[in-house]
């Protein structure tokens, strides 16, 4: 057959990064001969796999009802009550936000919510403003019309001869006195793919700034707070009937589950609960069916403090011992702050070659990461000239240590080849 695809249907079954992406990370999965640094799972952190088992076991031979309800019913197109109530009350006690099961709608997880959305309130002539690119991979090809998203060139600040950080740079990001040219402003926090964390500061001066410009702000917390809270600094999310916040529970160890949440503003809310129902009937039970109970309780809020960021925190640490003592000191390279996610981006600055030529080279040798010009994207004219778009790496810090230790002494090694030429 030779189907013939729409305009829409060319953008949804195209070439795009994120296929590639999700293709390296599906087929790398039971290959003990490669370094899997890629991908996006997160690790496998024993005292949360305890839980999940703890819980369907209970299910299965105390809570029989609740298991046939988990499989035997569509829920609504907008979630399990039961989980909406558990969540409303739970951030409403941890934040003392004005918050009810009104605000919130669960999704097939965060990338299907965003892409109703996204859909919903942005095309091409009316794009959804990044203000600080590198920004998520999964975003780039969702607008159905074709490309929805205009982004930024972050500030950056270089620390000592190693380091460095990404912020917003407020003087080029175009949106005062703007209202409603944009569809919304987004920003996933902490960034994935940079592991930067926008500052509190940033964030409030960056939603006065959309709500002056009667904008929605859309911030993505798939690794912030309040779960699964890999964040290695104490930030508090803030919500407003402005901002959407992403949250999602593939992090906190369940990205099997398909299970996201959008919270904001009811008007919002309806719209995502009639998309859910023409896409997809209703969401997937069996996260939400897991997850319950740890909300109700409030346990969620050690679980990430107590076990989940310090999993997060000690794997990056070692990595970075690693990859420090790994890397020649006297090449230009540098790697972003660690401030939370599961990523490092590494900053190979003047490379002779690009980070797509260095992604080949390393996976001949059985080291998969993702090359950084993927997550460059919407920048029109004002990435032209810009090589710093094709000399990062994202890699992934929180993979078994002897995995990480091998694939990040072979990237030290093939950098420094890459210099010499
Ligand atoms: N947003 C960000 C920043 C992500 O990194 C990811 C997945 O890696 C997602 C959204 C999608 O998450 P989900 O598994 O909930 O669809």
């Known amino acids: 057959m030779n189907p013939h695809w729409t305009e829409s249907g060319q953008n949804l079954t195209g070439p795009s990064g994120i296929l590639e992406l999700m293709d390296d990370l599906g087929n790398a999965i039971g290959r003990d001969d490669l370094c899997m640094l890629g991908g996006g ?21 105390h809570d029989t009802a609740g298991f046939d309800r988990m499989l ?36 097939n997880g965060t990338q299907n919510g965003l892409f109703h959305l996204f859909n919903a309130i942005a095309e091409p002539g009316r794009p959804v403003l990044l203000p600080l690119c590198p920004e998520y991979i999964g975003y780039a090809d969702l607008g159905l019309r074709g490309p929805s998203f205009v982004a930024r060139r972050p500030a950056i600040e270089l620390r000592g001869d190693h380091d460095f950080k990404y912020g917003i740079d407020f003087d080029a990001l175009g949106l005062k006195g703007k209202p409603n040219e944009f569809a919304a402003v987004c920003l996933s926090r902490p960034t994935n793919p940079s592991g930067n964390v926008v500052t509190n500061a940033e964030l409030a001066r960056l939603s006065e700034q959309a709500a002056a410009a009667e904008t929605p702000i859309v911030v993505d917390n798939a690794y912030g707070a309040p ?176 995995i990480t230790q091998r694939g990040l002494g072979i990237i030290a090694e093939e950098v420094a080849k890459a210099y010499a030429g």
């Open 41 to 61: 799972n997160p690790a496998a952190i024993p005292e949360l796999q305890a839980i999940w088992r703890e819980r369907m076991r209970e299910l299965l031979d």
């Open 72 to 107: 035997n019913n569509y829920d609504t197109p907008i979630g399990r009550p039961a989980f909406i109530e558990a969540l409303a009350g739970h951030l409403r006690r941890r934040y003392d936000w004005d918050i009810g099961p009104g605000n919130i709608a669960v999704t």
């Open 227 to 402: 779960f699964p809270g890999i964040v290695f600094s104490d930030i508090e999310p803030t919500w407003d009937h402005n901002t959407i916040l992403s949250l999602s529970l593939s992090k906190f160890g369940l990205p099997g589950t398909r299970t996201g949440i959008l919270i904001a503003d009811e008007s919002v809310i309806q719209g995502m609960r009639a998309a859910n129902a023409i896409a997809n009937l209703a969401t997937g039970n069996i996260g939400q069916e897991l997850v319950t109970p740890l909300l109700e309780s409030d346990r969620i809020t050690e679980l990430c403090r107590d076990v989940v960021r310090p999993f997060y925190e000690s794997r990056a640490k070692q990595a970075d011992l690693w990859l420090r003592e790994a890397m020649d000191p006297n090449l230009p390279w540098r790697l972003h702050a660690c401030e939370g996610s599961m990523f490092f981006w590494l900053w190979c600055d003047g490379l002779p070659i690009s980070s797509a030529e260095l992604y080949q080279r390393l996976k001949a040798r059985g080291v998969l990461v993702v090359p950084g010009h993927y997550f460059f994207f919407g920048l029109g004219a004002s990435g032209a000239d810009w090589p710093h778009q094709h000399q990062c790496l994202r890699i992934h810090a929180a993979m078994p240590p002897d």
